[in-house]
């Protein structure tokens, strides 16, 4: 008996069924079941309930998101560095624009009508098959420096509620490799904590005067004045020079707690995501590969302020034993500094001025050769 059959002696059977005696009910069952060989309950649930409806019609204007899109989307979270979906979705305006101003990519009106159109879900469902993830994991090199403790106030992760630009989270990462043994380098990693603006510089020797110099250095690259540092207790920068030069500076000097890294949750966000991420865990020495890391850097403060985007924390409600997280629309350092009303307008235009100039797709590709030129001097 075929499937139309079955629906047939279904409909002629059911309103029997439901108007029969229990002994007619049985006799009536055992004639379906004969006929149709179902299962004795799963006739039970059709002549009661009736058969499940047909599925219902495709929803009229649903968009087509096909394979020119999935290559499009593709192309351009490759060419982004990876982001993720969230970050990725708010940013493709902006991306689009910038590749289209270099050459490097034009879609068609219609496609990039669709790109645009998809939503973070969307764009996360179509990029999965091409996601990769990566694993790593480094060694601490943070040296308790306590004769100055007193003269530093703790500063903790609940107490970052500045919205101005020039605040700063601080941080060494060290490229020691396997082993911490003798002099190897560090990157002095700073995170501006309102807007997210990232100065990255190498370390040849981990000393004060070395890490005060390379502080000295990304602190004249910020677009904005340098208001306040955070650090952790280590004795790079819990140091008589650093106090007396914030003192002098009119700097804010805060710390954070020990063994609290949550305290520095900016800064360490960006040393795994952008340090280790890029650099990765070799070990290196010397001045060569000290100058050929700067000339790395170089070229990613340009891409992760200006093409990186990032979501910030907004809000936090705890209901029962979750936390739900609020996040705000991803948006670059540059846009965020762009958004800030205590950034000068001759700052704002310079920067404007310096992302017209920028192609995304040609500076990936030279921070790409730069990171492989550096590669070569790990110390194997």
């Not at 996360?124 to 308790?144: D, I, V």
Request: net charge positive; proline share 5%.
């Amino acid at each position: 008996m075929g499937i139309q059959s079955k629906r047939e002696l279904l409909t002629a059977l059911r309103p029997r069924y439901r108007r029969a005696s229990k002994a007619e009910k049985g006799r009536i069952l055992d004639e379906f079941v004969a006929a149709t060989g179902y299962h004795r309950k799963y006739a039970i649930h059709l002549l009661r309930h009736g058969p499940r409806p047909a599925a219902s019609a495709p929803r009229q204007g649903h968009t087509p998101y096909g394979p020119a899109v999935v290559r499009a989307l593709t192309q351009l979270w490759q060419l982004s560095g990876y982001l993720c979906a969230k970050r990725l979705q708010p940013f493709l305006p902006s991306l689009l624009e910038a590749l289209a101003r270099a050459g490097e990519l034009t879609l068609s009106p219609q496609l990039k009508a669709l790109v645009l159109q998809a939503s973070p879900a969307t764009v996360e469902r179509k990029l999965r098959p091409a996601r990769r993830r990566r694993q790593g994991r480094g060694r601490s090199t943070t040296r308790a420096g306590s004769l100055l403790k007193h003269q530093v106030p703790i500063r903790t992760f609940a107490d970052w509620n500045e919205a101005r630009p020039g605040f700063s989270e601080i941080d060494l990462v060290a490229h020691c490799g396997e082993s911490t043994r003798g002099e190897y380098l560090n990157t002095l990693n700073m995170v501006d904590v309102a807007t997210g603006w990232l100065e990255c510089r190498a370390v040849t020797y981990r000393s004060q005067r070395e890490v005060f110099a390379a502080l000295e250095t990304v602190r004249q690259r910020l677009p904005f004045g340098l208001l306040g540092i955070d650090t952790d207790n280590d004795s790079a920068f819990l140091n008589d020079h650093l106090v007396r030069y914030c003192q002098s500076q009119q700097l804010t000097f805060t710390r954070a707690r020990p063994y609290r890294k949550n305290d520095q949750a900016h800064v360490e966000q960006k040393n795994g995501s952008v340090v280790r991420g890029l650099v990765g865990y070799d070990r290196y020495e010397g001045a060569a590969a000290s100058r050929a890391l700067n000339a790395v850097y170089d070229v990613l403060r340009l891409w992760v302020n200006f093409f990186q985007p990032s979501m910030k924390l907004i809000a936090k409600q705890r209901v029962g034993s979750r936390v739900r997280k609020q996040y705000d629309q991803a948006q670059t350092p540059y846009q965020r500094v762009l958004a800030s009303p205590q950034v000068t307008e001759a700052d704002k235009d310079a920067l404007r001025q310096q992302f017209l100039s920028l192609n995304p797709v040609a500076l990936r590709r030279t921070l790409d050769e730069r990171l492989a030129q550096f590669w070569q001097r790990a110390v194997r």
